[in-house]
């Protein structure tokens, strides 16, 4: 699945399901980051390093609490169970973090496991393995569960 349109569709659908296990447990979400720019914003993105590639995909809130969240699929490694964490994309959600503080950034995996970009850091700066390359590699133990992050569900939604 290597060709753009295949891996956004894939991850549109990612996002579609973070936002409704988000929304079962009570939260209002909303789209926001790279996925809602048109198609030539998006295209001028992939073309650059700005952090604004890497911007969080939803916004959500419950009560006064505030979140936003980079759902992250294709992960973990059917193999290895490390989840592969982009080092660019590690470095612009602490950006993220910093600017925005203290709004949290999660990352929700593909299996509805849940890091922050500072756990990803952590986690890869203390391992045994050579740290270069494009990805830190992450332990799926390492991961909190979706309903410890974001609570449990409230409601089932109807298919």
């Given at each position: 699945?290597?060709?753009?349109?295949?891996?956004?569709?894939?991850?549109?659908?990612?996002?579609?399901?973070?936002?409704?296990?988000?929304?079962?447990?009570?939260?209002?979400?909303?789209?926001c980051?790279?996925?809602?720019?048109?198609?030539?914003?998006?295209?001028?993105?992939?073309?650059?390093?700005?952090?604004?590639?890497?911007?969080?995909?939803?916004?959500?809130?419950?009560?006064?609490?505030?979140v936003?969240?980079?759902?992250k699929?294709?992960m973990?490694s059917?193999?290895?169970?490390?989840?592969?964490?982009?080092?660019?994309?590690?470095?612009?959600?602490?950006?993220f973090?910093?600017?925005?503080?203290?709004?949290?950034?999660?990352?929700?995996?593909?299996?509805?496991?849940?890091?922050?970009?500072?756990?990803?850091?952590?986690?890869?700066?203390?391992?045994?393995?050579?740290?270069?390359?494009?990805?830190?590699?992450?332990?799926?133990?390492?991961?909190?569960?979706?309903?410890?992050v974001?609570?449990?569900?409230?409601?089932?939604?109807?298919?």
């Open positions: 699945m290597a060709d753009w349109p295949a891996r956004k569709t894939t991850g549109d659908r990612h996002e579609q399901a973070v936002a409704y296990a988000l929304e079962a447990r009570g939260w209002t979400v909303h789209l980051g790279q996925g809602t720019f048109p198609a030539q914003i998006q295209n001028a993105l992939r073309h650059t390093d700005s952090a604004l590639r890497y911007f969080p995909d939803l916004i959500a809130a419950r009560g006064s609490d505030l936003t969240v980079d759902a699929t294709r973990p059917t193999t290895s169970s490390r989840y592969a964490i982009s080092r660019r994309c590690a470095l612009a959600g602490l950006q973090m910093g600017a925005n503080a203290p709004v949290p950034l999660y990352y929700v995996l593909g299996d509805l496991r849940v890091l922050t970009p500072a756990e990803v850091l952590h986690y890869t700066c203390h391992a045994s393995h050579p740290t270069s390359g494009a990805y830190h590699l992450i332990s799926t133990r390492r991961a909190h569960l979706f309903d410890d974001f609570g449990t569900i409230t409601f089932q939604r109807s298919a």
